[in-house]
Nanobody, 115 residues
């Protein structure tokens, strides 16, 4: 059974940093695309960053230069390093993975940025 578990969210002041982690279990996902989405209150869920099994990544324009996605394939873990956080980054962050023609999602981790 595929399972994604996020961690690392919390409360941080504007300008601060956080690192989110997502651990995948249930199989070997080293070749599968993984990513992070976020959903702010009252808004739709939007892509933050994606990474292929080979390490190619892309980012939403709003986080370019501030966020970095990475993965450790031997451990089935994907990270999201977030720097210079601002109030607009407040959201629930979800890990996602594309595996066998399906999108899998974690339950999310809340990031709250305060002024």
């Amino acid at each position: 059974q595929v399972q994604l578990v996020e961690s690392g969210g919390g409360l941080v002041q504007a300008g601060g940093s956080l690192r989110l982690s997502c651990a995948a279990s249930g199989s070997d996902f080293s070749i599968n695309p993984m990513g992070w989405y976020r959903q702010a209150p009252g808004k739709q869920r939007d892509l933050v960053a994606r990474i292929t099994g080979g390490g190619l990544s892309n980012y939403a324009d709003s986080v370019k230069g501030r966020f970095t996605i990475s993965r450790v394939n031997t451990k089935n873990i994907v990270y999201l390093e977030m720097k210079n956080l601002n109030l607009e980054d407040t959201a629930v962050y979800y890990c996602t993975m594309y595996y066998r023609d399906m999108d899998y999602w974690g339950k999310g981790t809340l990031v709250t940025v305060s002024s």
